[in-house]
C-alpha cells in the first residue's frame, strides 16, 4: 500500500537548486536535479517498505572515474585526470588512507594531484560538483603510485546508494543531509 501512496511527482527547492523525482506505479523513478551551471540525473526502481522509501539506481555506484594507467614511478603519489571538458578537472577530490588516517588533497586546474607520502594503504576520488560514492583507485595490494584517471560521463548520474527516504505522508518524504544533498531540511514535496 505505501508503494502506492509514493506514485507522483515530488519536487525540492532551495535558493537557486531544484530536484525532481517522478515515481511512477511500475516501481520506477526518474530524477532530476540542477543547481547552477550543474545537472545530474537518475533512473530506477523504488521500494516501500513501511515509512522508509529505497532507491535502487540504474547507474553503478563507486565507478565515476576509469583508470587507464597505473605505474611505481618516482616518490610520494600521482594522479592525472584527463576530460576534453578541462573545466571538470578541477574539484576533484583525492583521499589517501594510511593506517585509518586520511588525507585529503585536490586536483590543480590542469587535473594533477601530487601528494609526499612514502605509503598510503588506499585511494579514493570524487568529484565536488559531481559527489557520489567515492572511487577506489589504489588498494592495499596494489603498490603504484603513479595514476591516470578519465572522467566517466556517468558522473552526471546520482546512484542514491545508502541514502534512505522517509515517507513522512502523503505528500512529503525526506532525507538527512548525504554526499549528494549535504544541506538540512531535505523534503520532496508532493505536486
Known sequence: MSQM????????RKTEM??????????TFRF?????AVDRNASGTF????????????????????????EKKGKGYSIVFSHPNKYL?????????????MEDAFSDPEGKIHIDL????SIYVQHLLYPDI????????NENNSFTLTLNDTMEQVSFKGIDFKIENDKT??????YFLPMKDIKFVKQ
Not at 531544484?18 to 516501481?27: C, L, P, Q, Y
Open 134 to 141: 567515492a572511487t577506489l583507485v589504489k588498494d592495499a595490494a
Open 18 to 27: 531544484v530536484a525532481g523525482f517522478n515515481f511512477s506505479a511500475d516501481g
Open 5 to 12: 501512496k509514493v506514485v507522483g511527482e515530488y519536487y525540492f
Open 32 to 36: 532530476f536535479f540542477s543547481y547552477g
Open 173 to 178: 518524504i525526506s532525507c538527512i543531509p548525504n
Open 118 to 121: 612514502a605509503h598510503c594503504d
Open 89 to 101: 578537472l578541477t574539484n576533484i577530490r583525492c583521499q589517501f588512507f594510511t593506517d585509518g588516517k
Open 47 to 70: 521500494q516501500a517498505d513501511g515509512d522508509t522509501l529505497r532507491l535502487t539506481s540504474d547507474k553503478v555506484a563507486g565507478r565515476d572515474f576509469t583508470i587507464t594507467s597505473q
